[in-house]
């Protein structure tokens, strides 16, 4: 399958935890890697693999997998974290290819 | 500074064909696979292919939407990456990024993108 799914909006009060998941039947499979993205700038890596951050990353960022579903965790969101937030994986099936959840607007209050 | 930057972006004619190119400077270019991606306007991110480095064979890979239009090519020698469209549509208009890709191996293995170009603008339009 090549479809992710994602919460199209979440909302944290500054300081307190958001979750967001990502369902897919290509996350049986791979890991989800997640991308931040603020307005008009490029997405950037926050996550990857079992529950890597790339350098540079905050760690109240963290990840989780179980069957079809991987979730991003921010621990004390900050004002900063406000942004889309994008899943992504390999996709199952014979080529190699990669999909993109339908992203995640956070709103920190 | 570690970066990529894209280029040859602009306004095109539907029918016409365009390459973009994304020069890396920081690192070793040729260590990695390099990929494009694009997003139009208030849409999610869409992988577009890669094509790996030498070391894991230097092979391509595209998405169905893509497949038989856009190429993407490299020269490690000049620290590059392109990528040629052609038959362009007014549905290809979009920011186009490239990123570079790393293998994470694991029982099955993929690739993240871990350093992404700030993108150039490719409007398809008469």
């Known amino acids: 399958s090549s479809e992710l799914t994602q919460d199209p909006a979440v909302s944290v009060a500054l300081g307190q935890t958001v979750k967001i998941t990502c369902q897919g039947e290509s996350l049986r499979a791979y890991y989800a890697n997640w991308y931040q993205q603020k307005p008009g700038q490029a997405p950037v890596l926050v996550m990857y693999g079992r529950n890597y951050r790339p350098s540079g990353i905050p760690d109240r960022f963290s990840g989780s997998s179980s069957g079809n579903t991987a979730s991003l965790t921010v621990t004390g969101a900050q004002a900063e974290d406000e942004a889309d937030y994008y899943c992504s994986s390999r996709a199952s099936g014979g080529y190699h290819q990669y999909v993109f959840g339908t992203g995640t607007k956070v709103s920190v209050l | 500074e570690v970066q990529l930057v894209e280029s040859g972006g602009g306004l095109v004619q539907p029918g016409r064909s365009l390459r973009l190119s994304c020069t890396a400077s920081g690192f070793t270019f040729g260590d990695y696979a390099m990929t494009w991606f694009r997003q139009a306007p208030g849409k999610g991110p869409e992988w577009i292919g890669f094509?790996?480095?030498?070391?894991?064979?230097?092979?391509?890979e595209y998405a169905a939407s893509v497949r038989d239009k856009f190429t993407i090519s490299r020269d490690d020698s000049k620290s590059v990456a392109y990528l040629q469209m052609n038959s362009l549509e007014a549905e290809d208009s979009a920011i186009y990024y490239c990123?570079?890709?790393?293998?994470?191996?694991?029982?099955?293995?993929?690739?993240?993108?871990?350093?992404w170009g700030q993108g150039t603008l490719v409007t398809v339009s008469s």
């Open positions: 990123a570079r890709g790393i293998f994470y191996q694991d029982t099955r293995g993929f690739y993240y993108f871990d350093l």
């Open positions: 094509i790996k480095s030498e070391a894991y064979g230097g092979t391509t």
